[in-house]
Nanobody, 124 residues
Framework: QVQLVESGGGLVQAGGSLRLSCAASGGTISTFSMGWFRQAPGKEREFVAAISRSGGSRNYGDSKTGRFTISRDNAKNTVYLQMSSLRPDDTAVYYC?????????????????WGQGTQVTVSS
């Protein structure tokens, strides 16, 4: 059973940057593709980005390309989401997830394991 723990969220002004981390335990993430999702109050969970097992392929959700960068360090069993040029509508709880199927699916359904989330709040 893989456990995922996100960190790095917080309050930031519009235009600022944050780096989220997702640390895994109980298994090695090198066997999973990894994704980041977010959910704002009253809204559905939204795909942010995904990265392949090796890190060689990435997929980004709409409006994230160029502002967000997903990366991974399999040796550290950690996935990252670097976010820049943040906007108030980026405010949400951000979740990382692991998919043993290895795809880069921009939807929650194939992901097997989820973290508890970290709050990101962007003030205007």
């Amino acid at each position: 059973q893989v456990q995922l723990v996100e960190s790095g969220g917080g309050l930031v002004q519009a235009g600022g940057s944050l780096r989220l981390s997702c640390a895994a335990s109980g298994g090695t993430i090198s066997t999973f593709s990894m994704g980041w999702f977010r959910q704002a109050p009253g809204k559905e969970r939204e795909f942010v980005a995904a990265i392949s097992r090796s890190g060689g392929s990435r997929n980004y959700g709409d409006s994230k390309t160029g502002r967000f960068t997903i990366s991974r360090d399999n040796a550290k069993n950690t996935v990252y989401l670097q976010m820049s040029s943040l906007r108030p509508d980026d405010t949400a709880v951000y979740y990382c997830a692991a998919d043993h199927g290895g795809g880069l699916v921009p939807a929650p359904y194939p992901y097997d394991y989820w973290g508890q989330g970290t709050q990101v709040t962007v003030s205007s």
